[in-house]
């Protein structure tokens, strides 16, 4: 998908857009069920993929990082907490934390029904490129048909 | 997730394969987790009727019954002399006091009235506690087989689960008071019904031979079913148990607790007898400096977890053994040690959360009792 046409300096426009047509086939993937959106402007939008909600069911408490933390690739930014567990949150990318969806802890349900668009966590300022260790949809895809 | 190639499997692990159930080791068992939600699965067994697979616990049969004179030597309550109908939950301790494991020790008769001594223990001390059995008598003469595994142990848990089984069974396990059993037909099939449980509702527990296991939870669970009931998992057994403040294994009781710290003195009979650890608990109950059991309930979503410290000010006062958000009270709650001079009610302390210390109230247990 392009941004090109898009007003880039509007994180909320952009927001919107993305959870109108984010297209998991062009989103990377952690092996640990975290997804990332990496648009042309370096920044990159974060989140949890609909495999990780339905395997942790029962969500009760998202802690969200702080709005210009520095986050790294591979590092716990975040936990979300079921009734059974907490699972902490790796960043799938380094780089700054330039928004959170802050009223996601508050209606976690979200995620069950659109982990890929109104779910997103975080939207970071990338350091560099994506890492290599990162999937593409069809590895991932691969992946959790194993797991499942 | 994890392979379950070498787990032990029960009689009705088919079916819970075949029906959505999340396997997981369990004490060496492939146990099913969770089938959809532990929210909707707990709030099945509150409101109606759940069914469990408890067939990991451990059955131990005695077909003499002064077995229930045998065991009465190595347990904390007496199960000896006990009437023909009646189960009690007790705790083995080994010489120091320590738990060895909590217990339901049944004296029944058949329906020949030929009656004979039944046990129940913890699925990750079974082989601990036939030891120490073998240790302290003659097995062979009392009869023993272990019938674990030529059996299986359902659940039925909840304010619909008696009007369910009635029907079900030759004797209606309603005509039973609590912590009464009896040999009766289960969906034709010879089978114990006892009126117990481990979730703070009302309902009874089958143990129903291995061959019969899916026949009968299957007729069982279309029933529950009907009242909004349904198959409950182990995650949501823990949180129901939780809720009703019952000790769990490896969380409230080991081998490092003195009963005499959890509060179960119904389950303690000291005066005139013996049994293993029996001074250690008398000296335990007179000293102060012992922590002692506590129930604790927080505001907001974040739960305590078991090893979370308790602090009040800079003093670490405590520890959570188990936590969970409740999903009846909708709030946190755990279950901990604490120093005696802080167990009042209402008392504010704070619990070390992963690095953060959020408020929590000392409360009154359990935290959810049926109505």
């Known amino acids: 998908m392009t941004f090109g046409k898009l007003s880039e300096d509007s994180i909320s426009f952009r927001s919107n857009y993305l959870e109108r047509i984010v297209n998991q086939e062009e989103l990377l993937y952690a092996p640990t069920h975290e997804w990332v959106h990496v648009g042309e402007d370096g920044i990159a939008t974060i989140g949890i993929t609909d495999f990780a909600v339905e395997q942790l069911t029962d969500l009760v408490y998202m802690e969200l990082p702080d709005v210009g933390a520095t986050v790294t690739a591979g590092e716990e930014f975040g936990e979300v907490e079921s009734v059974k567990a907490v699972s902490p949150l790796y960043s799938p990318i380094s780089g700054e934390v330039i928004e959170v969806n802050s009223g996601l802890p508050d209606e976690l349900e979200v995620l069950g029904t659109d982990a890929f668009g109104a779910g997103w966590i975080a939207k970071i300022k990338m350091d560099g490129g994506a890492p290599d260790t990162l999937l593409n949809h069809t590895t991932y895809k691969t992946q959790i048909a194993a797991e499942g | ?371």
């Open chain 2, 1 to 371: 997730m994890s392979s379950t190639t070498e787990l032990l499997k029960t009689p009705l692990h088919p079916w819970h394969h075949d029906n959505g159930g999340r396997l997981v080791d369990f004490a060496g068992w492939s146990m099913p987790v969770q089938y959809t939600s532990i929210i909707e699965e707990h709030n099945a067994c509150r409101n109606g009727a759940g069914l469990f697979d408890v067939s990991h616990m451990g059955r131990f049969f005695f077909a003499d019954p002064n077995a229930c004179e045998f065991l009465n030597g190595l347990t904390t309550r007496r199960v000896h002399p006990m009437a023909a109908g009646k189960i009690r939950y007790s705790l083995m301790t080994n010489d120091s006091g320590g738990v060895l494991d909590d217990v339901l020790v049944y004296h029944l008769q058949d329906t020949a009235g030929v009656p004979f001594c039944f046990m129940v223990v913890n699925a990750s001390n079974r082989q601990k506690i036939l030891a120490w059995l073998k240790q302290h008598g003659d097995l062979e003469k009392l009869g023993f087989e272990d019938r674990t595994t030529k059996t299986a142990m359902i659940a039925v848990q909840g304010p619909r689960a008696l009007e369910i089984m009635d029907p079900l069974c030759e004797t209606a396990p309603s005509s039973l008071t609590y912590y009464h059993g009896m040999m009766t037909k289960v969906c034709g099939v010879e089978s114990i019904v006892s009126r117990t449980g481990y979730t703070g509702e009302d309902g009874c527990e089958l143990t129903v031979p291995a061959d019969d296991a899916i026949k009968i939870w299957t007729s069982v669970l279309e029933k529950a079913k009907a009242v909004g009931g349904g198959a409950v998992g182990l995650a949501a057994r823990d949180t129901l148990r939780l809720e009703a403040a019952m000790p769990l294994y490896g969380h409230e009781l080991t081998e490092t607790i003195n009963p005499a710290q959890v509060n179960v003195k119904f389950a303690i009979n000291l005066k005139d007898r013996e049994f293993p650890g029996r001074d250690a608990i008398a000296a335990a109950r007179k000293d102060t400096t012992l922590p002692r059991r506590v129930g604790l309930e927080m505001d907001g979503k974040r739960a305590a977890r078991e090893h979370s410290l308790i602090y009040l000010g800079d003093q670490q006062v405590g520890e959570v053994t188990s936590g969970t958000f409740s999903p009846t009270l909708q709030r946190p709650i755990a279950m901990g040690f604490m120093n005696m001079e802080h167990l009042e009610i209402g008392t504010e302390v704070e619990i070390d959360i992963r690095g953060k210390r959020l408020p929590a109230r000392v409360c009154q247990l359990p935290f959810y009792s049926r109505g």
